[in-house]
């Protein structure tokens, strides 16, 4: 059935949806999403995701595009290793090239034939740098090919440590503390190396309030640096440890923060501080069946994010800008494609047809639901 | 008492640690019998499964359960099984064609117990996982104690040591919380850190903070690999500031009961003639933590068995 939807802020778009006219009367169409921080399981991981599994995801969730992490197999630190598909269905597969050779933190990739073979920015998938000397090395190379370099801020050596946030609930169940100070170490580091290079900065993963300060501050400063959390952490902390269940499903690297931190990394979004990532990391449900300090971390979040954000937020706006408006400005990118949102609807996303059943929202009903992408 | 599994104190009702201390009292004299067994379990499996070494934790369980005539089966999971991939889900689902009645586990990781225990329909007994709780050795120091005092409320305890990675004192902790006792904790700062301020504890720095004050004092093990490594800078200095000496011992209340989980570093956390002198109760921790045990198999698996024939 063809319908008229309006879109957020501009004219109306036709679409083709097949949903009561009830549903219809409230549904709005907005710039699809762009996911920052992708780390699918595809290529070289089947049991956790498919190219096919990868799409209908990023789908069902709003994304018209995927900025892919390079921890894949084979990594992506060498132009010949980018992903061949560039779009599939209405989603568009971005690369992000490793900054060290294997991800290693000692060697530099060839970012410039990296770039002209079509990565839109650089990334160690995630692995902090234990060397800071050749941090500062590759943030230098990089600014003069301008790219984005993509960091998950971390002390390594403290980055090791522990399983869950180091606070009252590691100390309740007994699990190892890591702690806030991995994170808030590494983003010193990484303001510091990015107002001494000049290379512009994104930083993935933020569960920290002393994070989301440091980062304002940054940026008023005038740093060309950015931020994101994963939409999970708007919703999810460490007190949903606290069960004394050992679920699997929330062990996460990053583990997850305080409650006061939860609550700053919203404010944060709210104020266009942060912006929000999917941070699909999908897990193969062998992956997640182990003792917790033994599971995987990881979880699952192309089709849980909006909802997860919008639930958390509670404001459309401020969900789109964090999680479509700001990552195109965050990595250049032009996407026209948009997402057809049911603000009143709800996600389930342990419902979604098994495909992702390591989400750590799995079991809660998030409000607000994609319906799908419109070209 | 309903209840399939023992994974901790922490949550656990006074209701029921009292009925297992209890019970554990009359279990012990079984063991002052000629014929120390009697038939309640019998035809019931239990299974320990360690995938730690123990020897002393081991065999309790194990001749808790041949005195109350269960059959036994031990599997000794050396760390190189594990290596050679098997999972622990995988493992228990092994153990669990066997048709066990209960798996006594202890594991490196904190919730082994509770992943089993939500996943298999046998009884799981916790015998340690990871740096969170070894219950049934806080049962055992709580049946000490109350032998002196009777009831635990308004006693104090401390626990002395390497709080942050015991599994014992955080048993102990939650359990003598519960009971309505004081714990004042005492170590290191890299082993007594800020952050056990979320369990209700009062936190000191030396022994000789502690040692005035307490109705017992429970000194925990220090693990000698943790040595000479940013953890701990060498054994003198440990027994300088925390470890309890004759000279120390004196400072404390007449009654004090000296307790310690084994197996003891002499010189180290505690002098020899503290050990071996007359405030220490170490060897009847020992003797109550079979019975504790016993009371547990029978708390879980046999209330519908006698208990007092043989």
């Known amino acids: ?163 869950a946030n180091d606070s009252a609930a590691a100390v309740r169940l007994g699990l190892r503390g890591n702690p806030a100070a991995t994170e808030e170490i590494g983003v010193a580091r990484a303001l510091a190396l990015c107002r001494a290079t000049g290379a512009t900065v994104h930083l993935t993963h933020l569960g920290t309030a002393v994070a989301v300060e440091l980062l304002d501050r940054a940026r008023r400063e005038g740093l060309p640096i950015s931020g994101s959390c994963a939409a999970r952490s708007l919703l999810l902390c460490e007190d949903d440890l606290d069960d004394g269940a050992y679920d699997a499903r929330y062990r996460l690297h990053p583990p997850l923060r305080s409650a006061a931190d939860r609550a700053a990394l919203v404010d944060g979004v709210r104020a266009g501080v942060l912006a929000v990532a999917a941070d699909h990391q999908p897990r193969a449900p062998e992956e997640k069946d182990h003792e917790f300090e033994r599971a995987v971390p990881g979880s699952a979040g192309l089709e849980s994010a909006f909802a997860a954000a919008y639930t958390a937020l509670g404001d459309l706006e401020a969900t789109v800008r964090a999680l479509a408006i700001m990552p195109r400005e965050i990595i250049g990118l032009e996407v026209k494609t948009l997402a057809i949102i049911d603000p009143l609807g709800t996600t389930l996303p342990a419902s979604a047809g098994g495909r992702h059943r390591a989400d750590a929202l799995a079991g809660r009903q998030l409000r607000g639901a994609v319906l799908g992408l419109s070209r | 008492m309903e209840r399939k599994d023992l994974l901790g104190l922490r949550g656990m009702p006074r209701a029921e640690i009292e009925a297992l201390i209890s019970t554990a009292a009359r279990m012990r004299q079984v063991g002052e019998r000629r014929i120390k067994k009697v038939p309640t379990l019998r035809g019931r499996l239990v299974v320990s499964l360690f995938f730690e070494n123990s020897t002393r934790t081991r065999t309790s369980f ?160 220090i693990q000698r690999e943790r040595l000479g490594k940013a953890m701990l800078p060498s054994a003198r200095e440990y027994a300088a500031f925390y470890g309890l000496d004759l000279d120390r011992l004196q400072r404390a209340r007449p009654e004090v009961l000296v307790m310690h989980p084994g197996p003891i570093n002499r010189g180290v956390e505690i002098g020899a003639e503290v050990a071996d002198g007359g405030r220490s109760v170490i060897l009847d921790q020992v003797t109550n933590g079979i019975a504790v045990r016993m009371a547990l198999l029978y708390h879980l698996l046999g209330r519908e068995g006698p208990v007092d024939e043989g």
Not at chain 1, 127 to 135: K, Y
Not at chain 2, 108 to 124: D, K
Request: overall charge negative; glycine content about 10%.
């Open chain 1, 1 to 163: 059935m063809k319908a008229s939807v309006p879109v957020l802020g501009g004219a109306a778009v036709e679409v083709d949806l097949d949903v009561s006219n009830e549903v219809l009367s409230r549904l709005v169409a907005v710039p699809a999403f762009v996911d920052l921080y992708c780390d699918p399981g595809f290529p070289g991981f089947p049991p956790r995701e498919t190219l096919d599994s990868l799409v209908v995801g990023a789908e069902a969730g709003g994304f018209g595009a995927l900025l892919c992490s390079p921890r894949v197999e084979p990594i992506v630190d060498v132009p010949e290793n980018l992903g061949r598909v560039e779009a599939r269905g209405g989603v568009r597969l971005l690369n992000a090239a490793a900054l060290t050779v294997g991800l290693g933190g000692v060697e530099l990739t060839e970012m410039g034939l990296l770039a002209r073979a079509g990565a839109v920015a650089l990334s160690d998938g995630g692995v902090p740098h234990r060397d800071t000397a050749v941090l500062r090395n590759a943030l230098e190379y990089a600014r003069e090919f301008d790219l984005t370099v993509l960091l998950r801020p971390a002390d390594a050596d403290l980055d090791i440590v522990g399983v």
């Open chain 2, 62 to 221: 194990e001749l808790a359960a041949k005195r109350l005539s269960a059959d036994t089966l031990s599997f000794n999971v050396s760390t190189s099984s594990t290596a050679k991939g098997e999972t622990l889900m995988d493992t228990a689902r092994n153990i669990h064609a066997m048709q066990p009645d209960c798996i006594v586990i202890r594991h490196a990781s904190a919730g082994a117990p509770a992943l089993l225990a939500r996943s298999f329909p046998f009884s799981v007994i916790n015998a340690g996982d990871g740096i969170n709780e070894h219950p049934s050795q806080a049962l055992l120091d709580m049946l000490t104690m109350s032998d002196h005092w009777g009831a635990l409320d308004g006693r104090t305890v401390a626990i002395v040591g390497d709080v942050q990675h015991s599994r014992v004192a955080r048993s102990n902790i939650f359990g003598l919380a519960t009971m309505g006792a004081r714990v004042v904790v005492a170590g290191p700062g890299t082993m007594c850190r800020r952050e056990l301020a979320a369990l209700p504890v009062t936190r000191r720095h030396t022994i000789d903070e502690v040692v005035g004050e307490a109705d017992a004092i429970m000194m925990l093990r």
